[in-house]
């Protein structure tokens, strides 16, 4: 089995800064791609920025210029750098993966269970 596990989470004023983190454990021979989405109340899940197995990455327009994320495919993990926080991205952060459990197997889609982001003053 694959986990994902994210952390980082919390309570930040605007204007604030904010790094989450996401790590992948398990049976794992590959990584391609890795994202993040977020979700507010009342809202359907929207894709944040997704990151290749070669570094490509693209964001969400809410989030350019702002966020960055970056992996690190030595550790399996995936990093959200989050600046100039508004309150409209108070929501919960899921990691997914799409990982290769063997050489010759597909790539199934993993999520976390989400970590919650608060921008308020």
């Known amino acids: 089995q694959v986990q994902l596990a994210e952390s980082g989470g919390g309570l930040v004023q605007p204007g604030g800064s904010l790094t989450l983190s996401c790590a992948a454990s398990?049976?794992?021979?590959?990584?391609?791609?890795m994202a993040w989405y977020r979700q507010a109340p009342g809202n359907q899940r929207e894709l944040v920025a997704t990151?290749?197995?070669?570094?490509?990455?693209e964001y969400a327009d809410p989030v350019k210029g702002r966020f960055t994320v970056s992996r690190d495919n030595a550790k399996n993990t995936v990093s959200l750098q989050m600046n100039s926080l508004k309150p409209d991205d108070t929501a919960v952060y899921y990691c997914?993966?799409?990982?290769?459990?063997?050489?010759?197997?597909?790539?199934?889609?993993?999520w976390g269970q989400g970590t919650q982001v608060t921008v308020s003053s």
């Open positions: 997914n993966a799409d990982v290769r459990r063997r050489p010759d197997g597909p790539f199934f889609r993993y």
């Open positions: 398990g049976s794992i021979f590959s990584i391609s791609s």
């Open positions: 990151i290749t197995g070669t570094d490509s990455t």
